[in-house]
């Protein structure tokens, strides 16, 4: 404030800088009582009482402060209490030498305590000074902040369907039958018997849309959406990881229909073999059991498995066993009309003139759909290069996407150089039948 003594603006600075120190407040409070700032000097005293409850400076200090009446107190500030009825002002200089003071030697509090509310206190500087504690708004409901639903997000049914995904109709058609229409016809699913146990593998290039899908899935299915990783479940103190696993499915459990998705399968579920390390063996033990339903006695009802990897054949074996995650489903990059959906995507709200994107869908192909982002980034990037230059803005062209593309190699080649000795030489089974015939195709064999 403008009109504040040098003292008062050094003390407002040091009691900022510790908060803690009661006795450097109550003597700040003192100087601004002094001043007949009296209601600074009552939150200054109320901070004082939040620090230090029982001290009884700081209660005798914020009555004063108030009005309240009481015996004064001998105070070492530069001007002392005035009796609570005076009869006509006391010079402040004269204060000390009045006989009629009580003796100092009876405590303030105890003479206040039968005559001060506090209730009333608190109601007068609420708007001062904040709460204490904050009250839990869960805690009447039984369950407090470290319930499971605090500590796992459950996505409500998003508004994403089957029908946002740009083309890929050969990955709808395989999640229409494997994994949709059983679940939209119960009638018919118990005609022919067939049961909803079990869970869909996506696998494919990174950036191709398998977390899109599941989410989209979701979607068809209206039912709630639950992201899992290798950050949410490890844990560095031993079983907790697991304990992680189980409080997943379990709020999954609660939550149903949900969709439960295992992002990189390979980091969460990695072959047991290969892994040294006890607690990611555990890990994975727990997953198994989980997925059984068997640590629930109503089973996984309701609960809906996907699980996405780059490299599924670095998952464990038994993950995909029977019952588990059996169906298996080959994300591959985008084809043509999905890269023109997904290309009009991303150039919707930029600044484009004549843009022809049949020539630049063939000259996109193996490309994925973060390759597909990264392509419109680099045009609109060297667009704005060139305003900046000329000092005229211009328009996004057709020869600004082409070529951004010639410079951008597709993210995809390096999986596919990996895929292809693992569908030649590690085919048991005929697990990677769909990416054999995916590479007879390309004639990548």
Request: hydrophobic share 45%.
């Amino acid at each position: 404030m403008a009109d504040e003594s040098p003292l008062i603006r050094s003390l407002r600075t040091a009691v900022a800088a510790a908060p803690g120190d009661v006795p450097l407040r109550l003597h700040f409070a003192e100087l601004l009582l002094s001043e007949g700032r009296n209601e600074e000097a009552v939150a200054e005293a109320a901070v004082a009482l939040q620090h230090a409850p029982g001290d009884a400076d700081a209660r005798a200090l914020m009555m004063r402060a108030m009005g309240v009446p009481s015996g004064p107190v001998p105070e070492p500030g530069p001007v002392p209490v005035q009796p609570p009825v005076p009869e006509e002002p006391a010079a402040p200089e004269a204060a000390p030498a009045q006989p009629e003071a009580p003796a100092p030697s009876a405590p303030a509090e105890s003479a206040a305590a039968p005559d001060f509310d506090w209730d009333a206190a608190e109601q007068q500087v609420q708007d001062l000074v904040g709460p204490r504690f904050l009250e839990d708004p869960q805690a009447e409901g039984g369950e407090g902040l470290a319930g499971d639903a605090a500590a796992w997000d459950v996505d409500a049914p998003g508004a994403v369907r089957l029908a946002d995904v740009g083309g890929m109709e050969e990955v709808k058609d395989r999640l229409e039958a494997a994994f949709l229409a059983p679940m939209r016809n119960p009638e018919l699913r118990r005609l022919y018997g067939k049961s909803l146990r079990g869970g869909l593998l996506l696998y494919g290039p990174p950036g191709c849309g398998k977390t899109f899908i599941a989410r989209a899935v979701a979607g068809e299915l209206g039912a709630n959406f639950l992201t899992v990783s290798l950050s949410d479940v490890l844990d560095m103190w031993i079983g907790a990881s697991e304990k992680n696993i189980h409080d997943i499915f379990e709020t999954a459990r609660r939550q149903a229909p949900c969709v439960v998705f295992l992002d990189e399968l390979d980091a969460l579920g990695a072959k047991r073999s290969r892994t040294h390390h006890s607690g990611l063996r555990n890990v994975v033990n727990q997953l198994l059991t989980e997925l059984d339903g068997i640590a629930s006695g109503a089973g996984n009802e309701g609960v809906f498995v996907l699980a996405a990897t780059n490299v599924p054949w670095d998952v464990d074996i038994a993950l995909r066993r029977p019952g588990r995650l059996d169906r298996t489903l080959l994300v591959l990059p985008p084809d043509a009309t999905a890269r023109e959906a997904i290309l009009r995507y991303h150039l919707r709200e930029r600044p484009i003139e004549a843009v022809d994107l049949g020539k630049l869908v063939k000259v996109t192909e193996d490309f994925s759909g973060a390759d597909l982002a990264h392509l419109c980034e680099s045009a609109a990037e060297a667009a704005l290069l060139d305003s900046a230059r000329t000092g005229s803005v211009r328009l996004i062209t057709t020869k600004d996407l082409l070529g951004a593309a010639k410079q951008i190699k597709p993210s995809t080649e390096p999986w596919f150089a990996a895929a292809r000795n693992v569908a030649m030489f590690a085919n048991e089974g005929g697990l990677y039948d769909d990416l054999l015939a995916h590479l007879k195709r390309k004639r990548k064999l």
